[in-house]
């Protein structure tokens, strides 16, 4: 079973025991908790696709939360020339690395 799914304003392909690198869905989040999502945007079952409009009524996937990591540093500098003015900025996002434990669709959610 694959599908498409949406976390993090981000869509992520995700098949049963495939580890993702999401984005922090909150604070205070420990390794080994599940989560449930249910914004399944596309779901392939049998030979049989069913696209949502925007998601699939009664999918949801199941994740395993198995660390906290961050990204790796964007570092943007900005200046103006000739006037002596420059400045470096850096970012580094926090993000959950995760494993996909279920794909589901509920029959009756149709």
């Known amino acids: 079973m694959i599908a498409v799914i949406r976390a993090g304003g981000k869509q992520y392909r995700a098949e049963e025991g495939a580890v993702?690198?999401?984005e922090?869905?909150?604070k205070g989040i420990l390794a080994g908790e599940r989560l449930t999502t249910e914004e399944v945007?596309?779901?392939e079952s049998d030979g049989k696709?069913?696209?949502g409009t925007p998601r699939v009524?009664?999918?949801r996937?199941?994740?395993e939360v198995l660390e906290e990591i961050r990204a790796p540093k964007v570092v943007a500098f900005r200046?103006?020339?000739r006037k002596g003015y420059h400045r470096t900025v850096g970012h580094r996002q926090r993000l959950a690395r995760v494993r996909v434990v279920e794909l589901a669709i509920d029959k009756?959610?149709?």
């Open 49 to 51: 696709t069913e696209v």
């Open 61 to 63: 996937a199941v994740l």
């Open 20 to 22: 993702l690198e999401i």
């Open 108 to 110: 009756k959610g149709k």
């Open 24 to 26: 922090l869905p909150k």
């Open 79 to 81: 200046y103006k020339r």
């Open 57 to 59: 009524p009664g999918a």
């Open 41 to 43: 945007l596309l779901i």
